[in-house]
């Protein structure tokens, strides 16, 4: 029963890999100018990090259940 099985079409080949750019120096003024900038933009980043007050473990504070309110409380 080969009519079920459908027909293998073999991919067109691979391009050859081309070499790598050179990678740049750590002399190189705009890498330095690349790290200045992300050193300033996370120091502008505010985002959720500044509402969050606890840590991951939350509010490790006590809390008093038995404080009457005006709310229906004993």
Do not use: H, W, Y
């Amino acid at each position: 029963m080969g009519f079920l099985k459908p027909k293998i079409v073999m991919p067109a080949p691979l391009p050859p890999i081309s070499d790598l750019p050179d990678a740049p120096s750590i002399d190189d003024p705009s890498v330095n100018e690349a790290g200045e900038e992300a050193k300033k933009k996370t120091k502008k980043k505010k985002g959720r990090s500044s509402t969050i007050l606890t840590g991951m473990m939350g509010d490790q504070n006590t809390v008093e259940l038995n404080n009457p309110t005006l709310l229906g409380g004993n």
